[in-house]
């Protein structure tokens, strides 16, 4: 405590004790809270940061579709390979209609996945069922009874 001897006597003495108890606080203060005039450590809580998980992986690309074109000249192509779980899109591009089966001709009936496909108008086009098993699986034309117009479809 600066105590007064005299009302002439000097004060520098209380005055220094007074201002080192303030740049004390003032030191004390600025260091808890971070001066930002130099280095500081990294908070405890910030270098206890997880790193960032790795991006999952892309999909991958989809199956590519087949399809088999019908034309005047008949089906392109002739034979398409698939897998398993797969479908084959017909698309009818001739004048007139068409009525896609399965088997190799109308009296022996097979694969029918194909038979979905049915009856297809000029324009058209539709889905086989899907494959549930590999093998050679050959269709026909039901409607048009040509050997331009029968195909196979080979699934792995």
């Known amino acids: 405590m600066c105590v007064r001897a005299d009302a002439d006597?000097?004060?520098?003495?209380?005055?220094?004790?007074v201002s080192g108890v303030v740049a004390a606080l003032t030191l004390a203060v600025a260091t808890a809270c971070g001066s930002g005039y130099g280095p500081s450590?990294?908070?405890?809580?910030a270098a206890a940061l997880?790193?960032?998980?790795?991006?999952?992986?892309?999909?991958?690309?989809?199956?590519p579709q087949r399809v088999v074109t019908i034309t005047a000249n008949g089906v392109s192509p002739a034979e398409v390979q698939t897998s398993v779980g797969m479908r084959i899109t017909f698309v009818n591009n001739d004048a007139i209609p068409h009525d896609i089966m399965g088997g190799p001709d109308p009296s022996r009936p097979d694969c029918h996945e194909i038979d979905a496909v049915g009856f297809l108008t000029p324009g058209q086009s539709r889905q086989t069922a899907p494959f549930e098993r590999a093998r050679r699986c050959d269709y026909h034309d039901h409607a048009f009874h040509s050997p331009l117009f029968n195909g196979r479809i080979v699934i792995e």
């Open 41 to 45: 450590a990294p908070s405890p809580a």
């Open 9 to 17: 006597a000097t004060h520098l003495p209380c005055a220094k004790a």
């Open 50 to 63: 997880p790193p960032a998980p790795a991006p999952a992986p892309a999909p991958p690309p989809p199956a």
